[in-house]
């Protein structure tokens, strides 16, 4: 490594230059990992945060720590050229709006300075090595700021050289701990013959369950109702599942399932499981080994991926004015400034929606797997694609929410909203609301036929004009009930609910006028 590799005098620490002064709206995180090193890069847009640039390279540095807890110069040459790269995209950003940490293998490292010292003269920046519990608290602040929960949490995220869990409620940890297991140290020390066999993967789970035993009861008695997994391992199960035909919902069940399959490869080089990305084959079976002494140790029933981890809990520490915040609040509001949409007319449609949804909530179970929530914001979005063009824009505003990162909202939950706005009006798509996997088929239709009945009642987008509606339901029969003589009155809304009628009668609803 050449030692002459310090940064040019206009990305020195605390010093911005003209070309900076205009990015500071953009910020900057990297994480140097035991696995990977990444960089975050974002710009704040309309009271939101908006990806620009992610970069990531698997740099592997706990493998260079022996049993002495020294860094080897080939692991810190390889973090080194890592950073190197980073460096270019950091010219641009005010030092102020930078920040680096480094984790389990840098707290662990006794010449961990050697490695600091080329890598802050290769960045320009100080880095900072937080300690085990400062990286839980970070990791489940980015999951708070990403994903939208009124239930207590729990929080996994395996690294390459420690684990971390968090219970929290809101934006506040609860209970915090870092173990000392990852996938690339538990990778290292049974699976170093390169065999995927049942002695080796029992002896990671048998390793990894011992360590959880000084943690499982407190967490247990946490009182945690949800769990979501924060890190590469969790993300790969779930591209597994996916790809597999299943929904992402993780279980002990299909973890050991994954596990069989693994096992007939024999031999990690012949690791191919469909769903499994090429980068993450190294420490698939040991991550696999941690997650499996997890679900077992805590009882977890099932866990998802959450939205943000480590980067996004540094990231939003340094943005004060989009701290404690409703998750899912903010990206709503910040979609309804980027695409125009009509706030008062989105209001009114929420409103009409929810007054239906509030008559057949117990009889239609709508506050299950936030039923009432994800239809607000269906009503508040579904006018989401009208700035692109009127004839099409439920596809627009479908196809918006797909291919954007939404925080406050996990996959899944993106789904439904994409199949409600897709479908708010016009010919409905049964194919695409069976596909999404946050709930039932059948709750999700419900919520589809009341978003379609809302817009039509609240066409006219005026207050005043809005009929007072009764709504009832015999199974799935719907009957909507107006004032009387309001139909003839209205000659255009008659028309209009008629034909919406016809929609949902040709796609197997019955619905009535009186």
């Not at 080089?269 to 499996?292: C, D, T, Y």
């Not at 409103?351 to 949804?357: I, K, V």
């Not at 479908?398 to 990162?405: D, F, G, K, M, Q």
Request: with cysteine.
């Amino acid at each position: 490594m050449d030692q002459d590799r310090s940064a040019p005098d206009h990305v020195k620490p605390g010093i911005s230059t003209p070309e900076q002064s205009q990015h500071e709206d953009i910020y900057a995180v990297i994480d140097l990992g035991s696995n990977s090193f990444h960089m975050l890069m974002v710009k704040v847009v309309g009271g939101s945060v908006q990806v620009i640039g992610r970069v990531k390279r698997k740099v592997r540095l706990a493998a260079g720590l022996n049993d002495s807890l020294v860094l080897s110069k080939k692991a810190m040459t390889r973090g080194w050229e890592c950073l190197a790269l980073f460096a270019e995209r950091l010219q641009d950003i005010p030092s102020q709006n930078i920040r680096i940490v480094g984790t389990a293998t840098l707290r662990l490292a006794r010449n961990v300075k050697t490695f600091l010292n080329e890598a802050e003269k290769i960045l320009g920046h100080h880095i900072e090595i937080i300690s085990g519990e400062e990286e839980a608290r970070l990791i489940y602040l980015g999951v708070a700021h990403t994903s939208s929960c009124e239930a207590n949490r729990l929080v996994i995220d395996i690294g390459g050289a420690s684990t971390e869990m968090v219970v929290g409620s809101g934006f506040s940890p609860l209970l915090l701990a870092s173990l000392n297991m990852g996938c690339v140290t538990y990778l290292d020390r049974y699976f170093t013959d390169g065999l995927l066999t049942e002695d080796n993967f029992h002896a990671a789970i048998a390793a990894a369950e011992q360590e959880l035993d000084s943690i499982a009861t407190s967490f247990l008695a946490a009182g945690w109702q949800i769990s979501v997994g924060a890190s590469g391992t969790v993300q790969a199960m779930q591209e597994i599942l996916v790809a597999q035909g299943q929904d992402e919902v993780i279980t002990l069940a299909r973890l050991e399932s994954i596990m069989q399959q693994a096992l007939v490869c024999g031999q990690l080089e012949h690791l191919s499981l469909v769903g499994l990305a090429q980068e993450r084959k190294q420490v698939f079976p040991s991550g696999l080994a941690i997650l499996i002494a997890l679900f077992r140790k805590l009882h977890i029933p099932g866990m998802t991926l959450s939205g943000g981890a480590l980067r996004e809990g540094v990231l939003y520490g340094m943005l004060p004015q989009l701290q404690h915040t409703d998750v899912r609040n903010r990206t709503i509001a910040s979609l309804m400034v980027r695409y125009y949409i009509d706030e008062q007319h989105a209001n009114r449609v929420a409103d009409m929606a929810l007054q239906l949804a509030l008559q057949l909530q117990t009889q239609w179970q709508l506050s299950k797997f936030e039923g009432l929530s994800m239809l607000r914001s269906g009503a508040l979005l579904h006018e989401l694609g009208l700035l692109i063009e009127y004839k099409n824009h439920h596809h627009h505003g479908a196809y918006i929410i797909s291919h954007t990162e939404l925080p406050g909202f996990t996959r899944a939950q993106q789904q439904l909203l994409m199949a409600l706005v897709y479908n708010h009006r016009a010919d409905i798509n049964r194919d695409i609301i069976a596909r999404q996997t946050m709930t039932s088929v059948l709750l999700a239709v419900r919520l589809t036929r009341l978003l379609r009945l809302a817009v039509v009642l609240s066409m006219r987008r005026r207050h005043e004009v809005l009929p007072e509606v009764q709504i009832s339901a015999q199974a799935e029969s719907l009957t909507l009930t107006l004032p009387a003589g309001w139909l003839e009155q209205h000659p255009l809304m008659r028309a209009e609910l008629e034909q919406e009628v016809a929609y949902q009668q040709q796609a197997g609803w019955l619905l009535q006028l009186k």
